[in-house]
C-alpha cells in the first residue's frame, strides 16, 4: 500500500494541527518513559499502514499488547505499539488493550482476549506459575493467538516450555542495527509473505541469532537472511549455529492455538515500511485465527519451496523512494542511458526498487519510456541489459515486437529471451516458439529453457524434435507436463547418456497427469511412477521421487506403491519409503500397519514410528500402539517418544508403568508424560501420583511437576515427609514448582524439621516460589516476620532472604527493624540478604546500615553490598551517579574506592566526567615522573 504525496501531507499537517501524541508516555519496566513520538513520525506511521486487512475477522478481535522490559528497553517500542494501534483501528483487524503489567495474565484478564503480543519484551521471566500456565492454556489449549516482535525471543530464561512456545531464543545479533542485511522469503507465495511481493529485500535492521528450541522441524520458517550474499556474512567467532539458517519470521500452530514471531522491529523506520507493516498484520491475523496459512513445519514439506533471494544491489526498503518526482524519473532515466557494466548503480538500483512498487499506469508509463533504449544500437549494453531485466517487472505485449527483433542479435538474444520469459500473453509464447524455429543455434537452450519455465504446451511438438538429441528439450517436456508431453517422453529413444534425463522428466510429466480428471490419463500416469519407483535398476533418488510424486497424486492407493518399497534391498529406497509412508491417505494405511511394521528391520520401524510422529494424527498414534508391542527396546523406546507429541491419556497406565525400568524407556516414558498435552492426561497423573510409592512416585512428582499441575501441589507437600528418601527428594523439589500461596506456612514449618541439604535447599527455593505468588507482597512479609522469631538459625537466615526478595513496604520495614538488632552478627545477615537480592529497594537500607553502623566490619560489608547493587540497577544515568557520589564519603578503604572510580569511568557520561575530576587526585606536573 503506498500513500500519495497529497495524502501524506495531510497526514503530517493534521497530526501537527491536533498535536496528537497517542501512547507518548508508556512506562517500561524499571520506570523507562518514551520521548513523545514526534508529528512526523506519526505522519510516516499512518502513511505505512495498508487500506484494509486481508481476511475479514471471523469476530470482534481484542489483543493483549505486552511491552514491559525486564533488561534492554528498545526505543522503538513507542513506535510499534503506535503503529499496531493505529493497525488494528483503520483495518477493523482487531483493537489493543496495552500493558506492562504482570497482572495482565491472571486467568480471569486473560480469558477476554483473542491473542497476546509481545512488543521488544526482554527478561519476562514469568515468575508466577499461575500466569505461565495461563499463557501456555490460552495459547495450547484454547486455541488463541501469540505473537513476538524482535525481542520477544529474548525472554523465558529459566522457563523451558516458553521458550518451546515462541519457538526460539535470543543469542546475540551479530547484525547490528545500523547493518544492511540480506534477507530471503523462504516461502515466497505463503499469505504471511505476501507483501514483499515475491522477492527478497535488504533491510537496515538488528537481526537476531536464534538459538534454544528452535528448528525448521517445529516451525514454518518465512524470512531468514540470505546468507548467499557475502554482506551477510560474519566474524566465525561471533556465530554460534552451524547450519547457517538465520530465521527472521515463522509461524506455528499448537495442539489447538498459533504463534507468529517476526525478529524485525529493532529500529524505528522498521514501522514505516508499508510491505513489514502489511507482513506484520498478516502473521497477526494468523494468529488470530482470522487468515489461513498453512502451518506445517518447514522441514515436514514433501517439496521445498524455492526461496526468492535477495536482489544483488544492497538497496535498503528504508532508502527505497515510494513516490518519485518527474524530476527524479528523468534523472534516473538519464543515468540509465550512460549506463553500462561495472558503471555506479545507485541511481540504476533506486529507479528499479520505485517500479518494483509502482502503479498499472506508472508501469505502463515507464514502459513506452524504456523500449526506445532497447531499440537504439547507441545505447550501451548495460542499459539495454538492465532494461530487459526490468520488462520481467513491468513488461507487456507491447513489449514483445523489440523483443523479439533481439533474438538474432548474438549480444542482446540472451536478456531479450530473459525478458520475454516473464511477460505474460500469448504474444510472449508465439514470440518464443517462432524463436525455436528461426532464431540462431546458440539461443536454442534459453528459448527451450523459456518454454519449460511458461509451461508453454504450444511448444511440445517442436520439443519432441528436439528431444533426441537435447537434454535442455527432454527437460523442458518434464517441466510442460501436458498429456502430450508424456506420450512424448514415452515415445522417445534417447541416447544411453540421456536416459537418466528421460526418465526424471517422466517422473515430472507422469506427476503433473497422476492427478489428471481424464480417469485415463490419470490410471496411466499412476503406473508408469509406481513402475519407474519399482525399477531397481533405477538410482535410488529417482525411485524416491517417483514414488512421492504418487503420494502427492494418488493418496490411499500410493500404498500399493510404498509397501513393496520398505522390503527393498535398497537402504536408502526402503528408507524413502518409511519416510513417505505418513503422507499415503486412507484407513487402508492403519489396517497395514499392524500387519507390516513388525516385519521391517528394527532401523526401518523406528524410522516408520517417527515419520509418522512428525506428522501426527490418528494414524501416528496406531503406528506408536504397534511399536509398543515390539520385542525390540529399539523399537519400543521410539514408539514411548513419539507420544509425547501424539499420546492421549489412554497411555499414562502403560508409560507410568515403565518408571521403575532404569533404563532408556523409563527416561523416554517420563519425557512423554511430561509432554503430552491430552488435558485429561493430567488428572491420570494425580490419580497415579495418590496411589503409588517408592521411586515411581519420586518420578511422578518431578513429571508432574515439570508439567506445572499447580492441583498436583497438595500431594507434594505431603509428600515432603514421606519415609522414602527418595520421594521426600523429589517431593521438595516438585515444590520449587508448585508451591502456592496457601503453602507458605507449612513451607516453614518444614524447614524448622531436620532435613537433608538438598531436600532444605529445594524448599528454600520452593518458599521464595510461594512467596511470589502472592498479589500482595506484604503478606508473605507477615508470614515471614511473624516466624523468624521462633525460627532456628539456618532458617532465620532464609527468612531473611525472603523478606529481601520481597521488597514491599513491610518487607523493607521489618528488615530496617532488624539492622538495629542489638547483636553485630545478626545485623550482618540482614545486611548479606540484602546485598545479595541486588533489589533497588535495598539501596536506602545498605547505605543507611554503611552510615550508622556501630562497627568497622558491617559498615565495609553494607558499603560493598550497596556498591554491587548500585552496580546492577538498569538506569546508567544522572541518578546513579548520584549514588556513587554519596558512597564516596563512606568508602574509607581503597579498595571501595577504586570500585567507585572504575564504576564511573566505565559509566563516561557528563555528569560521571565532572564528578571524576573532582574525586580523582590530580597529579603535580613538577613532581618526579615513575621510570619505565
Given at each position: 500500500m503506498k500513500l500519495s504525496l497529497p495524502r501524506l501531507l495531510l497526514a503530517v499537517s493534521l497530526a501537527a494541527a491536533f498535536s496528537v501524541t497517542p501512547l507518548t508516555m508508556l512506562r517500561a519496566e524499571p520506570g523507562h518513559v518514551?520521548?513523545?513520538?514526534?508529528?512526523?513520525e506519526l505522519a510516516k506511521i499512518a502513511a505505512?499502514?495498508?487500506?484494509?486487512?486481508?481476511?475479514?475477522?471471523?469476530?470482534?478481535?481484542k489483543i493483549l499488547l505486552f511491552y514491559r522490559t525486564e533488561g534492554f528497553v528498545h526505543s522503538s517500542i513507542a513506535h510499534a505499539n503506535e503503529t499496531f494501534k493505529q493497525l488494528g483501528e483503520k483495518t477493523g483487524a482487531f483493537t489493543v488493550s496495552l500493558s506492562e503489567d504482570m497482572a495482565a495474565f491472571e486467568p480471569d484478564n486473560l480469558k477476554q482476549f483473542d491473542a497476546v503480543l509481545l512488543n521488544n519484551t526482554t527478561g519476562l521471566r514469568f515468575d508466577n506459575p499461575a500466569h505461565r500456565q495461563a499463557l501456555l492454556d490460552f495459547v495450547v489449549k484454547e486455541g488463541k493467538g501469540l505473537i513476538g516482535i524482535h525481542a520477544a525471543t529474548d525472554n523465558f530464561g529459566k522457563w523451558p516450555e516458553g521458550q518451546a512456545l515462541m519457538g526460539g531464543t535470543f543469542k546475540g545479533h551479530p547484525w547490528n542495527a545500523g547493518d544492511v542485511s540480506a534477507i530471503k522469503l523462504d516461502e515466497p507465495d505463503h499469505p504471511v509473505v505476501k507483501s514483499f511481493g515475491g522477492k527478497g529485500f535488504w533491510l537496515r535492521e538488528e537481526i537476531y541469532q536464534i538459538a534454544g528450541p528452535y528448528g525448521r522441524d517445529k516451525q514454518r520458517v518465512l524470512l531468514s537472511l540470505d546468507m548467499s550474499k557475502a554482506q551477510n556474512r560474519r566474524d566465525p567467532a561471533k556465530i554460534h549455529r552451524t547450519d547457517n539458517d538465520f530465521p527472521i519470521a515463522w509461524i506455528k500452530?499448537?495442539?489447538?492455538?498459533?504463534?507468529?514471531?517476526?525478529?524485525?522491529?529493532?529500529?524505528p523506520d522498521v514501522f514505516w515500511q508499508p510491505e513489514i507493516v502489511q507482513h506484520f498484520l498478516d502473521g497477526i491475523q494468523f494468529a488470530l485465527g482470522d487468515l489461513p496459512a498453512d502451518a506445517i513445519p518447514s522441514a515436514h514439506l514433501i517439496t521445498q519451496p524455492v526461496p526468492a533471494l535477495a536482489p544483488d544491489t544492497p538497496l535498503p526498503l528504508q532508502d527505497v523512494p515510494r513516490k518519485p518526482t518527474a524530476d527524479q524519473c528523468n534523472a534516473w532515466l538519464k543515468a540509465l542511458m550512460a549506463y553500462d557494466i561495472g558503471g555506479d548503480r545507485h541511481a540504476v538500483a533506486a529507479y528499479q526498487e520505485y517500479l518494483r512498487f509502482a502503479s498499472p499506469d506508472e508501469r505502463a508509463a515507464a514502459e513506452a519510456e524504456l523500449l526506445p533504449v532497447l531499440q537504439s544500437n547507441a545505447t550501451p549494453f548495460g542499459a539495454r541489459d538492465m532494461t530487459c531485466r526490468w520488462l520481467t517487472l513491468i513488461g507487456s505485449a507491447k513489449a514483445v515486437p523489440v523483443l523479439e527483433n533481439l533474438l538474432s542479435d548474438e549480444k542482446m538474444a540472451g536478456p531479450a529471451v530473459y525478458a520475454l520469459t516473464e511477460i505474460p500473453g500469448a504474444e510472449a509464447d508465439a514470440a518464443i516458439l517462432t524463436g525455436l524455429e528461426k532464431a540462431p543455434a546458440a539461443i536454442r537452450p534459453a528459448l527451450i529453457d523459456a518454454a519449460a519455465r511458461r509451461k508453454t504446451a504450444a511448444a511440445v511438438p517442436i520439443l519432441a524434435r528436439l528431444a533426441d538429441g537435447s537434454e535442455a528439450a527432454i527437460n523442458a517436456l518434464g517441466a510442460i507436463g501436458t498429456l502430450p508431453a508424456l506420450e512424448a517422453l514415452v515415445a522417445l529413444k534417447p541416447a544411453p547418456e540421456l536416459e537418466s534425463a528421460r526418465d526424471w522428466a517422466l517422473i515430472a510429466a507422469a506427476g503433473s497427469n497422476a492427478a489428471s480428471t481424464s480417469p485415463d490419463a490419470a490410471k496411466r500416469a499412476r503406473?508408469?511412477?509406481k513402475a519407474l519407483a519399482h525399477n531397481a535398476k533405477a538410482e535410488p533418488t529417482m525411485r524416491i521421487s517417483a514414488a512421492s510424486r504418487s503420494v502427492l497424486a494418488a493418496g490411499e492407493q500410493a500404498l500399493g506403491v510404498l509397501l513393496p518399497m520398505l522390503h527393498d534391498s535398497d537402504a536408502r529406497v526402503a528408507a524413502g519409503a518409511a519416510r513417505l509412508l505418513p503422507h499415503a491417505t486412507g484407513s487402508e494405511v492403519a489396517d497395514a500397519i499392524p500387519a507390516v511394521l513388525p516385519k521391517l528391520p528394527p532401523s526401518l520401524q523406528v524410522l516408520v514410528i517417527q515419520s509418522f510422529a512428525a506428522k501426527g494424527g490418528a494414524d501416528a498414534l496406531a503406528v506408536a500402539r504397534v511399536g509398543l508391542a515390539s520385542d525390540q527396546e529399539s523399537v519400543r523406546v521410539p514408539a514411548i517418544q513419539a507420544l509425547a507429541s501424539v499420546g492421549n491419556a489412554t497411555f499414562v497406565e502403560h508409560l507410568v508403568g515403565l518408571l521403575e525400568q532404569r533404563n532408556a524407556e523409563e527416561k523416554a516414558a517420563g519425557e512423554a508424560l511430561r509432554r503430552m498435552t491430552d488435558p485429561a492426561v493430567a488428572e491420570q497423573l494425580r490419580a497415579a501420583l495418590a496411589q503409588s510409592q517408592g521411586p515411581t512416585r519420586a518420578a511422578l512428582l518431578l513429571i508432574v511437576a515439570d508439567r506445572l499441575d499447580l492441583a498436583s501441589g497438595n500431594i507434594a507437600i505431603?509428600?515432603?515427609?514421606d519415609d522414602s528418601a527418595d520421594v521426600r527428594t523429589a517431593a521438595c523439589a516438585a515444590m520449587e514448582k508448585l508451591a502456592r500461596e496457601h503453602d507458605l506456612p507449612r513451607l516453614i514449618e518444614?524447614?524448622?524439621?531436620?532435613?537433608?541439604p538438598n531436600e532444605r535447599k529445594s524448599l528454600e527455593k520452593a518458599l521464595m516460589t510461594s512467596s511470589r505468588a502472592f498479589r500482595d507482597a506484604d503478606q508473605p512479609a507477615e508470614t515471614f516476620q511473624l516466624a523468624l522469631s521462633s525460627a532456628a538459625?539456618?532458617?532465620?537466615?532464609?527468612?531473611?532472604?525472603?523478606?529481601?526478595?520481597?521488597?514491599?513496604?513491610?518487607a523493607s520495614a521489618a528488615l530496617g527493624s532488624m539492622l538495629q538488632d542489638p547483636e553485630v552478627d545478626a545485623r550482618k545477615e540482614v545486611i548479606r540478604a540484602l546485598s545479595s537480592s541486588r533489589a533497588p529497594f535495598a539501596v536506602s537500607l545498605l547505605i543507611g546500615a554503611a552510615k550508622a553502623g556501630k562497627e568497622p566490619s558491617e559498615r565495609i560489608l553494607a558499603l560493598r553490598g550497596y556498591l554491587d547493587t548500585v552496580q546492577d540497577l538498569p538506569s546508567s544515568g544522572d541518578a546513579k551517579v548520584d549514588l556513587y557520589k554519596a558512597a564516596w564519603p563512606l568508602a574509607e578503604r581503597d579498595e571501595e574506592r577504586e570500585v567507585i572510580l572504575a564504576a564511573l569511568k566505565?559509566?563516561?557520561?557528563t555528569k560521571s566526567r565532572k564528578l571524576l575530576e573532582t574525586l580523582e587526585p590530580k597529579q603535580d606536573p613538577t613532581s618526579p615522573q615513575p621510570k619505565a
Open positions: 518514551f520521548a513523545p513520538l514526534k508529528g512526523e505505512a499502514l495498508p487500506e484494509s486487512a486481508r481476511a475479514k475477522p471471523a469476530k470482534p478481535r500452530k499448537t495442539e489447538a492455538g498459533r504463534v507468529f514471531y517476526s525478529s524485525l522491529g529493532h529500529n503406473d508408469m511412477l505431603t509428600a515432603c515427609t518444614l524447614l524448622n524439621t531436620s532435613l537433608k538459625p539456618e532458617v532465620r537466615r532464609i527468612l531473611i532472604i525472603g523478606l529481601a526478595s520481597l521488597g514491599s513496604p513491610k566505565k559509566m563516561n557520561n
